[in-house]
């Protein structure tokens, strides 16, 4: 039995520890430690469990994050200032602490304990612990959890979320975003630089913006980039292009409603050659004072136009398998 | 074509009539094409009407022809949105049905009793041939050569671009509008270049028409706007532009107030607003050009363009200030979502759910307009030669139509007649180009121009765009007049068998019925919509309340003719998301919803038995996200994934999924159909669990042959007060659970 002995004398300091801090207090002691360093509490495996330990008439959001570098998480780094914000906000503005909430936050670095007795697999994820005793006690002990499936989400997402956990009755401060005042005077000074800059180059720029060609080149551009899926890209994020699995380049996605980003460059290419073809032979060709010049331009602008709009045609083929229509030679 | 070919030999004194009579009889004769070219599916399957809207409408049309126009007006429909209604009247652009309406009085008169179905199915084909005439008038007024508003009357007529929306049968408000849309510009093009208040004030009613047909009417709404307002940036105000948009702007205003669902949305919505800036601007451009011409001092002119500059910043100012505090409404969401392209996935799922909202994928641009889409960047090349006022505005009518098409699949229909026009342009131009008979005689610079108006143009306008600044010469040689016009034959005659086999294979199929072949290659008709809706109709209580998802309730009140929860018309989002809380939940959760909302039967629409893709299992998640949207704590999407993130239906797929009403409801039974452990969904291509589910608060009610629709009865309450869960129990004879284990130890009973 000495080795029990041992073990209860080792615990001994433990237990000393623990009483010293009654639990009734600490809340109090974390947020008072939340209100001087104005953010969210910095844990680790030991303070993670203390905080959440199970007799506890206060809630607790804890975010669970992987901020350093080495891990790329970019979704946790995306976040951090937007949770610093929502515990701030909240912990200042719950001047009475009636809420009885209690931000968090803990690094996989300090806590890897704690990510591995939770067996979790992805960061960041939210956890709000419900009090255990008093009045807004809930039966269930377990954490409820938020996933981060939709992306980064702002601070006011997570305060609409964590607004519906803690009980009805309770004020909820609100989100106070703190002016960007960098922002606001770098705007007004690029505003009234490019108003300046606008008033002394005047002269100089008239005459380009009432280019015609300019305009004419501005609006071909807009227009091919948009009628080749410019906007479905933007929309879609689709990648830019695809392995083919063996080791080579797809170029073109399968599939009628779906495309790649160098798809739709390249199908704009094929429209501005189409194009331009076109538009030589009906403008430039019949300005050509030599005949045999004209002559051959046809015929060029001609061999161009029928292998493009072939090639196009065997592309579309590609896309959508039923269509039976091509030219030659593709 | 065969007009300007028509040129070449009636140059005579009677040429000029013989050419129009040959261009009204190629007009009549496009025109027919362009009817015929849209009854694939009434030769196919019958006179029916299509897919779902079509449904409302022409129940709305019915309604009209049966009450009379003022008790349609005031129309307050109690059979959709149970328990709600809706106030039809009021919330419809009423043109379709009363340009029907009219129609059906007209036949009547002329003692011609048509079917109120037939003319409901006819009429958007009959429009569209209007509307291959009216892009002749467009074109025509931008372009001197006549054989291009020809070119852009076939190419209207026969683009799959405009007949995806007006086969026969598609009984939808496009199937006016874009006429009324395409003759809008027209009048106003017209009105632009005499400067007469005529004019104005006609594009003024033909906008009022448009606005009573179709909420695309916001796009004519900022596309004149914007047009003036380019002409004015590039200094080209004149008395004219002031006369025909004011005329337009004041008449068009009041006649659009007319209608209530309108009401007074154009005063006080930011979509109106830029009409209501550039009806402004007008006015003081007009003020200090009337005090310019008084007053001819330098400083002075100065001094008044910065005033004009000045208001013009203040009064925007005004506006934003005005739309910040509320005063006028911000961009709805359907217009907002056009420019904030991610607005609608995160804050309106229900939009972002509709198939016609999707961005637009290169190969649909190409399916739609075929040879035009790359004719088209030509024709807006061309319109800069001489960039009159009125091919500004095909320059920008071009650019943004571009974009709206690419954010949504839906306005793909808003570009189709700018292409057209813009090709036709490029497309005539080559032709009058390679079909001119007379050959210009070598090293000379003067002979030989097909269009001396060009040469003259370009005389006259020294910064001409860099390919016309040579003079025009003219082709020489017959071998290049052949290869350019045998090429521009070969590539039309390719255009009208791809606009041919796109609307026989794309656009002709109701939707309603579906055609699939038999191995032997016979059409065999799979009807089980009308099944079901027909059993509906014959076999329920006259008020009997249908829930089903929203895609279906247009077609429930028109077919079969009883209530529906929800219907197409998505104005409700909570209540459309309490049908899809009902559909995603458990059965102890969604039965007390049903009953409280009266429910007497739930209809599903399975594809797995046929491979029918378009069922409620591949909408179900749609309908979790919008649930989720009104009730994040009771409606998770997550718990319907796979913890690997897949959406499965078979042996792996969650808890959560496999006790939702709609999957029970999808896969109720259906194993009965294979031997035991092989049945198979089609659609998802995966193998179900071996025991299928079971209901006990709903009872199978019918099944249509293919099982496309499956309704469900929703059970009354127990006679005995127990809950259906026991009561299912009791009747198969598995013993009650005994709660006494609880009880504790038994006590002798004393008293």
């Known amino acids: 039995m000495r080795w029990f002995q041992l073990l209860a004398a080792s615990a001994l300091p433990f237990l000393a520890l623990a009483a010293k801090k009654p639990s009734g207090d600490r809340f109090n002691d974390n947020r008072s430690k939340a209100l001087s360093s104005g953010a969210a509490l910095k844990l680790d495996d030991q303070s993670y469990a203390q905080l959440t330990k199970a007799p506890r008439d206060y809630a607790v959001a804890v975010l669970l994050t992987a901020l350093e570098t080495r891990f790329g998480c970019t979704l946790c780094r995306e976040f951090q200032p937007e949770w610093e914000l929502l515990a701030k906000s909240w912990v200042k503005g719950d001047k009475n602490a009636q809420s009885r909430l209690l931000f968090g936050t803990l690094d996989f670095v300090d806590g890897k304990n704690t990510f591995q007795s939770l067996m979790l697999q992805t960061a960041p994820i939210l956890l709000y612990f419900h009090p255990t005793v008093g009045p807004n006690a809930k039966a269930d002990a377990q954490p409820v959890k938020f996933e981060f499936t939709q992306g980064p989400q702002t601070a006011e997402q997570i305060h609409q979320w964590i607004s519906r956990q803690v009980p009805a009755d309770v004020p909820k401060p609100a989100i106070s975003r703190p002016i960007n005042w960098l922002k606001i005077i770098s705007v007004t000074t690029a505003i009234l630089g490019v108003v300046t800059l606008f008033a002394v180059a005047a002269p100089y720029l008239v005459p380009v913006l009432q280019n015609r060609n300019l305009w004419a080149a501005f609006s071909l551009i807009a227009v091919l980039l948009f009628t080749s899926g410019h906007m479905f890209n933007h929309i879609r994020k689709v990648p830019y292009v695809s392995g083919d699995g063996k080791g080579g380049i797809s170029y073109f996605a399968g599939g009628f409603s779906n495309q790649f980003g160098l798809e739709s460059q390249i199908v704009a290419a094929m429209y501005g050659v189409l194009s331009f073809a076109t538009i030589s032979l009906a403008l430039k060709v019949p300005r050509i004072k030599d005949a045999r010049a004209q002559q051959f331009a046809v015929f060029l602008w001609s061999g161009v136009l029928l292998c493009m709009y072939s090639f196009l045609l065997s592309v579309f083929r590609m896309k959508n398998g039923g269509y039976t229509f091509w030219l030659p030679p593709f | ?751």
């Open chain 2, 1 to 751: 074509m065969a007009a300007t070919e028509g040129d070449q030999f009636l140059k005579q004194a009677t040429g000029r009539n013989t050419r129009g009579l040959l261009r009204v009889i190629i007009l009549c004769l496009i025109a027919g094409a362009a009817v015929s070219s849209r009854l694939f599916s009434v030769i196919r399957f019958e006179s029916i009407i299509h897919e779902f809207d079509p449904w409302f409408n022409f129940r709305a049309t019915k309604y009209l022809v049966q009450n009379g126009f003022y008790s349609f007006w005031d129309w307050f429909d109690d059979r959709t949105w149970h328990p709600l209604g809706r106030v039809t009247g009021g919330t419809l652009y009423p043109g379709l049905m009363v340009t029907s309406g009219v129609i059906y009085h007209l036949l009547r008169f002329l003692t011609l009793p048509v079917d109120i179905r037939n003319i409901c199915v006819l009429l958007a084909p009959a429009f569209s041939g209007l509307t291959a005439l009216a892009t002749y008038l467009l074109t025509s007024e931008m372009v001197t050569s006549p054989s291009a508003g020809l070119l852009a009357a076939a190419f209207m007529g026969i683009t799959p671009g405009y007949i995806s929306r007006s086969v026969a049968g598609s009984y939808d408000n496009e199937a006016i509008a874009i006429f009324l849309l395409v003759f809008t510009f027209f009048l106003w093009i017209k009105a632009v270049k005499n400067g007469s208040v005529f004019w104005g004030a006609l594009t003024a009613l033909f906008y009022g028409y448009m606005v009573s047909a179709w909420g695309g009417y916001v796009f004519i709404t900022n596309l004149l706007p914007l047009h003036a307002f380019v002409l004015i940036c590039m200094g080209r105000y004149s008395p004219r532009l002031y006369v025909s948009y004011t005329s337009w702007y004041a008449l068009g205003t009041l006649a659009s107030m007319q209608i209530p669902f309108v009401g007074f949305l154009p005063i006080r919505s930011s979509e109106h607003m830029s009409a209501l800036g550039v009806f402004g601007l007008l006015q003081i451009v007009a003020f200090v050009e009337f005090v310019r011409v008084q007053l001819p001092s330098k400083q002075f002119q100065t001094l008044l363009r910065a005033l004009v500059v000045l208001i013009f910043v203040v009064s925007f100012g005004g506006l934003v200030l005005l739309t910040v505090t509320g005063v006028i409404a911000p961009w709805t969401g359907r217009f907002y979502s056009l420019w904030d392209t991610g607005y609608a996935k995160i804050h309106i799922p229900i939009i972002a759910s509709v198939s016609e909202h999707q961005p637009t994928a290169w190969p649909a641009f190409f399916f739609d307009l075929s040879m035009m889409i790359w004719l088209f960047p030509a024709g807006v090349y061309m319109c800069f030669r001489s960039l009159t006022d009125e091919q500004v505005f095909i320059v920008i009518y071009a650019v943004l139509a571009s974009y709206f098409a690419g954010v949504m699949v839906r306005l793909m229909l808003t570009l189709t007649p700018i292409v057209c026009v813009a090709s036709a342009i490029a497309f005539s131009q080559i032709l009058d180009t390679y079909l001119d008979v007379k050959t210009p005689k070598a090293e000379s610079n003067e002979n030989g121009t097909s269009d001396p108006a060009k040469v003259a143009a370009s005389a006259i306008l020294p910064d001409s765009l860099r390919s016309t600044r040579n003079p025009l010469v003219g082709i020489y040689s017959y071998a290049s007049k052949l290869t350019v016009v045998g090429a521009s034959a070969v590539y039309l005659m390719l255009f009208v068998l791809h606009c041919t086999w796109v609307t026989s294979n794309a656009y002709s199929s109701p939707s309603v019925v579906l055609a699939s072949r038999l191995p032997d290659g016979s059409q065999h008709i799979i009807d089980d919509y009308r099944e079901a809706y027909y059993w509906l109709r014959q076999n329920t209580a006259d008020n009997a309340k249908i829930m089903s998802w929203w895609d279906y309730g247009y077609q429930i009140g028109g077919m079969a003719d009883r209530p529906t929860l929800v219907d197409n018309n998505t104005w409700n989002n909570t209540h459309i998301a309490t049908v899809g809380k009902a559909m995603s939940s458990r059965e102890e959760v969604s039965y007390p919803i049903m009953r409280q909302h009266e429910v007497d039967y739930v209809l599903v629409v399975f594809g797995g038995l046929l491979g029918y893709s378009g069922d409620d299992i591949n909408k179900f998640l749609w309908m979790v996200r919008i649930a989720e949207g009104i009730w994040p704590d009771e409606v998770k999407e997550r718990n319907f994934f796979t913890p690997r993130g897949e959406y499965r239906v078979d042996d792996e797929a969650t808890p959560t999924m496999r006790n939702s009403l709609m999957y029970k409801m999808s896969y109720y039974n259906y194993n009965s159909l294979f031997p035991a452990g092989q049945a198979q969904d089609r659609v998802r291509g995966s193998r179900l669990p071996a025991e299928g589910p079971q209901l006990s608060t709903i009872e199978e009610a019918f099944t249509s042959e293919n099982w496309i629709i499956r309704i469900y009865k929703v059970k009354d309450l127990d006679n005995f007060g127990r809950d259906h869960q026991s009561a299912g129990a009791f009747d198969k004879g598995h013993k009650k659970k005994r709660a006494s284990k609880r009880k504790g130890a038994r006590v002798l009973r004393v008293e």
